[in-house]
């Protein structure tokens, strides 16, 4: 690949509207993870009830660089992978506010 091109692969959530239904482990720690102080910053805002949604729109709009828009579904490995980095329990969407 020539010097300065970017692969397609490393943008293929850029400008997305949504989550796609899956993510594979790779996604989820490539795309997905929240960075060094951000877990706690998290944590130093927000109750322990709103923490993983927050991560939610946070990886995503990083991932994307737009917000959330719709939610259908948040795929289980994005959801245990934040509840882990932030110390909380494993939900199900559905419980999410």
Excluded at 30 to 52: S, V, W, Y
Excluded at 54 to 59: D, N, S
């Amino acid at each position: 690949m020539p010097k300065g091109l970017v692969s397609s692969y490393h943008l293929r959530f850029v400008g997305a509207d949504h989550l796609p239904r899956t993510l594979s482990e790779f996604d989820v720690v490539r795309f997905f993870t929240l960075g060094p102080g951000d877990a706690q910053a998290i944590k130093e805002r927000f109750r322990a009830d709103r923490r993983l949604g927050v991560a939610v729109q946070f990886v995503f709009l990083r991932a994307s660089g737009r917000p959330l828009d719709r939610l259908a579904v948040v795929p289980k490995t994005l959801l245990q992978h934040l509840a882990k980095e932030l110390g909380v329990t494993q939900t199900n969407i559905a419980s999410l506010p």
